[in-house]
């Protein structure tokens, strides 16, 4: 592998795993005031093209790393949404049992 | 430009704007509380190897677009970073006087 392909390799992880925690941190504290709705609307805009990009240029490594985030990005997306019941129903069914 | 040019445009300048309302929402409020730490130390490693990406294969549509992101994950994360008085300082120095 060449610095260049381990430098696209180190962003590509990077970016993919980026959303998660967030998301991780929403499911502890069930809090999404601070979080732009505005933001994750075009995050998951942006990544639901990606992936049509990519399906379209058959790219599997471009539908991967997007259909990661758009599910990451979309979970802070809908969380950001929810009424604060519907919230704390999600947080709870996703929080492992102690 | 075919149809696959269009959708990969359209993905690229959602991606490369998605943090400004982020931004623009910390400098209204200037409330970060609910903001993930993790996320945007990730994110802003993410898009600064993203950038030296772009400069070893000398491509300035990578560099230009992840430095956009660069920029603006980058303040998001000095905000989140700071204490409340510096932030309000920031905030006050970037707001447009009436």
Redesign the interface.
Known sequence: MT??VI??S??AI??T??????A???IR?R?????????YA??V??FA??C??GV??GQWPLIASNSICLVLSGFILVMKLLPRRAKDKVADAVTPKD
Do not use: N, R, V
């Not at 795993?17 to 967030?22: D, K, L, R, T, V």
């Open positions: 610095p260049i430098l696209g180190l962003a990077a970016s795993i980026s959303f998660a925690p967030q991780i941190k929403i504290t809090q999404t005031k601070d979080i732009s709705l505005g933001m075009i995050t805009t942006a093209l990606w049509a990009y379209l240029l």
